[in-house]
């Protein structure tokens, strides 16, 4: 079965500032997307930004950018320019060609003004 | 109103009630989801209904009871909870088959059995 870790339980950065969350996957599967949700103390899991696997190209939002390495298995988050509204959990997650969803364990983002 | 609207917003229940989770959908999506969020646990599937069938139930407890009745909204029938069922309710819907499509996620219902 697929499985999604994130290693960062807690994680602060200064405003202004880049930050990087890590996450890293398990599976057998060659096709398949990931993605990064954000859930703010609101509560509703917004998502942030998404990865085709087949597309080697980093996927990119904005202030949001991911590092997807396939062959390790990696999809960091990178937020530059770090802003008090982005404040979270983060949840990093999986989707198969089958359509199910593996997410992570999320990252506290604090953000120090 | 547009996305997956979820109410109530919090509940308080005690072991021997039976009370309901609703949530709505505006977004045309064909499959709705069940999450139980549980502090520092990964979030974990409940239910699964595409097209309103249910297509998945993960070993859920019979005292969780979902209904679908249409694409556009999804119940959570409970009854006779235990306190460690106390967490974070949320809905989900997806568009199955619509390549990258995540979720749209609502807000959840926040859950305290007592």
């Known amino acids: 079965a697929q499985t999604v870790t994130q290693s960062q339980p807690e994680m602060s950065v200064q405003e202004a500032e880049t930050v990087t969350l890590s996450c890293t996957y398990d599976?057998?599967?060659?096709?398949?997307?990931l993605f990064w949700y954000k859930q703010p103390p609101s509560r509703q899991m917004i998502l942030v930004i998404r990865?085709?696997?087949?597309?080697?190209q980093n996927a990119t939002e904005n202030r949001f950018s991911v590092n997807f390495q396939k062959a390790a298995k990696s999809f960091s988050l990178k937020i530059s320019d770090s802003q008090l509204g982005d404040a979270a959990m983060y949840f990093c997650?999986?989707?198969?060609?089958?359509?199910?969803?593996?997410f992570g364990t999320g990252t506290s983002l604090t953000v120090i003004p | 109103e547009t996305g997956v609207t979820q109410t109530p917003r919090h509940l308080v229940m005690g072991m021997t009630n039976k009370k309901s989770l609703k949530c709505e959908q505006h977004?045309?999506?064909?499959?709705m989801y069940w999450y139980k969020q549980s502090a520092k646990k990964p979030l974990e599937l409940m239910f699964v209904?595409?097209?309103?069938?249910?297509?998945e139930n993960n070993s859920v407890p019979s005292r969780f009871s979902p209904e679908c009745p249409n694409s556009s909204h999804l119940f959570l029938h409970l009854h006779t909870l235990q306190p460690e069922d106390s967490a974070l309710y949320l809905c989900?819907?997806?568009?199955?088959?619509?390549?990258?499509?995540?979720?749209?996620f609502g807000s959840g219902t926040r859950l305290t059995v007592v």
């Open positions: 989900a819907s997806s568009q199955v088959g619509a390549g990258s499509s995540g979720y749209t």
């Open positions: 599976t057998s599967e060659s096709d398949y997307y």
């Open positions: 990865q085709e696997a087949y597309k080697q």
């Open positions: 997650a999986y989707r198969s060609t089958g359509n199910q969803f593996y």
């Open positions: 977004l045309g999506h064909n499959a």
């Open positions: 209904y595409s097209l309103e069938e249910r297509v």
